[in-house]
């Protein structure tokens, strides 16, 4: 007959683990009533979990500006928040401590906030922009160095098409951080070109000739109208500053800056005012200066 030998320290050992489950399970007073309570919460927690969260978004849905992404998402936290009690009553029914669970589900939530950190805050920012925007959908923003069209703001990114159909995607979080010009903010918007006349030019006769150009372009405004500004001397020049309103979008405003430079090339030529060229000097390289 052949003997099995079980070390002693393994038996210990397994005591010592059936006394700790004791102490998490305590069936002692558990009553059929109970269990079939328990299967009962357990049960129903998938439905009432179900129905906490269409309710909750409902209530949510009352809330202005509020958008569909972030319904959906507090629909699905509050089902899931639902099935987590759920599951705790049902096992308390069942004669388990739900101390421990406890601890372990809010663990578990710290991890998730913190390796979710970045996502979190993405969707902070798009909760901002959608419910306190400094713009809109439609808006033609500028941001980071990218001019264009907002064309979404998700839960993660406003998406920005740009004038030459590229689609670029800013996060939420980085576009509350970084300046922001909303270029349709306001009703208008004013570009400006800079102009070196030669001396020889007069002045006053200049400033009307440029200005009477620029009136004539096609979506510039008459109200308020053109006009001049004299911002400095060059080398044997004056230099005018240009400035006309148009219509607030990147469209109209690419529109009349061409038509207003060709304005002004023809104004000028007919009437002989010629605008400086820039003077290269080529020397040889054992050639000095004269």
């Known amino acids: 007959m052949v003997g099995i030998f079980i070390p002693t320290h393994l038996v210990a050992q397994s005591v010592d683990d059936l006394e700790k489950i004791e102490e ?5 007073g558990v009553s059929g009533w109970d269990v079939f309570a328990g299967v ?3 049960v129903l927690t998938w439905p009432v979990g179900v129905a906490v969260g269409r309710i909750t978004k409902r209530a949510i849905r009352r809330i202005p500006g509020v958008p569909e992404y972030a319904l959906n998402l507090a629909k699905r936290g509050a089902q899931i928040l639902t099935s987590i009690v759920g599951v705790a009553i049902s096992m ?3 004669g388990v401590n739900v101390g421990w669970f406890t601890v372990t589900v809010a663990l578990v939530l710290v991890l998730a906030v913190l390796m979710l950190r970045p996502l979190i805050e993405n969707l902070a920012g798009g909760l901002l922009l959608e419910t306190r925007p400094s713009f809109r959908i439609g808006d033609e ?9 907002v064309t979404e703001i998700n ?3 406003t998406v920005i098409r740009t004038r030459d159909w590229k689609m670029v995607h ?3 979080n980085d576009v509350l951080s970084e300046a922001i010009t909303v270029l349709t903010a306001l009703e208008r918007r004013r570009s400006t070109i800079e102009l070196e006349i030669e001396y020889g030019a ?3 006769e200049t400033t009307r000739l440029l200005v009477k150009a620029a009136s004539g372009v096609d979506g510039v405004h008459a109200d308020p109208s053109p006009y001049i500004r004299a911002r400095g001397f060059g080398t044997g020049t004056y230099i005018l500053s ?3 309103w148009h219509d607030p979008d990147l469209s109209s405003g690419g529109r009349t800056l061409d038509g207003v430079v060709r304005a002004v090339k023809r104004v000028l030529d007919e009437a002989g005012i010629a605008l400086p060229s820039p003077e290269v000097i080529v020397r040889q390289p054992d050639q000095k200066p004269g």
């Open 170 to 172: 800013i996060p939420n």
């Open 24 to 28: 998490v399970v305590d069936t002692a």
């Open 242 to 244: 240009l400035r006309w």
């Open 141 to 149: 923003i500028e941001t980071e160095g990218v001019r264009g069209e």
């Open 155 to 157: 839960a993660r990114t």
């Open 92 to 94: 308390s029914l069942f």
């Open 40 to 42: 009962l919460v357990l």
């Open 202 to 204: 007069e002045i006053a």
